[in-house]
């Protein structure tokens, strides 16, 4: 029985309609979850980098990045496990602004977990917290009893310890133009 690891893969490519679909068909094909999934532009300009979050056995990865890295868009593709990687979330609640006023165990509850008040009105209030999945879920269970109206929580967002080497991938790339 092989164990299922967390993989933290980073996916560098052109902004192209469909290569979303075309990734996550990947996965569906072979019946892996996506954990998480997160796009931004990246280091590099014109170049995006879409990070997604899956639980597998670590026979499978490989064949999963090879797949990727097939696709006409995709300029290269990268997998690294969580000790390998600095990785956040970020997340935002949604409170009854009464709990505020008059329940005043929450402010304990949002000094401790180290998350901000980003706005108040007198419907609600918003908090932001980034940290790990466990932090932010941890927060977002202390909440309900406080009258949580909304939750929402990014995907993961990560930076490799070690170099990536992209960039000089790149160069070469610009160079045989």
Do not use: C, W
């Not at 990947?26 to 999934?37: G, V, Y």
């Not at 980003?118 to 209030?125: A, G």
């Not at 932001?128 to 990014?154: A, C, D, I, M, P």
């Not at 490799?160 to 160079?175: A, G, P, R, V």
């Amino acid at each position: 029985m092989n164990l299922k690891e967390t993989y933290t893969i980073s996916i560098y490519s052109e902004n192209n309609v469909g290569l979303l679909n075309r990734i996550s068909a990947i996965f569906l094909k072979r019946h892996i979850n996506i954990e998480s999934f997160s796009t931004s532009l990246s280091e590099i300009e014109n170049v995006f980098r879409f990070i997604i979050v899956v639980n597998i056995d670590p026979n499978k990865i490989k064949k999963i990045i090879l797949q990727i890295e097939k696709q006409v868009d995709v300029i290269k593709a990268f997998y690294h496990t969580d000790e390998e990687t600095i990785f956040q979330e970020s997340a935002l609640y949604k409170v009854k602004s009464s709990s505020l006023f008059e329940e005043r165990h929450i402010q304990n509850v949002i000094k401790k977990s180290h998350a901000n008040i980003v706005t108040v009105s007198p419907e609600y209030f918003v908090i932001e917290k980034t940290g790990f999945r466990h932090e932010t879920e941890e927060l977002r269970k202390n909440l309900v009893e406080y009258g949580l109206l909304q939750f929402v929580r990014s995907g993961r967002i990560s930076v490799t310890k070690s170099k990536m080497k992209i960039s000089e991938l790149l160069n070469t790339f610009n160079k045989n133009k």
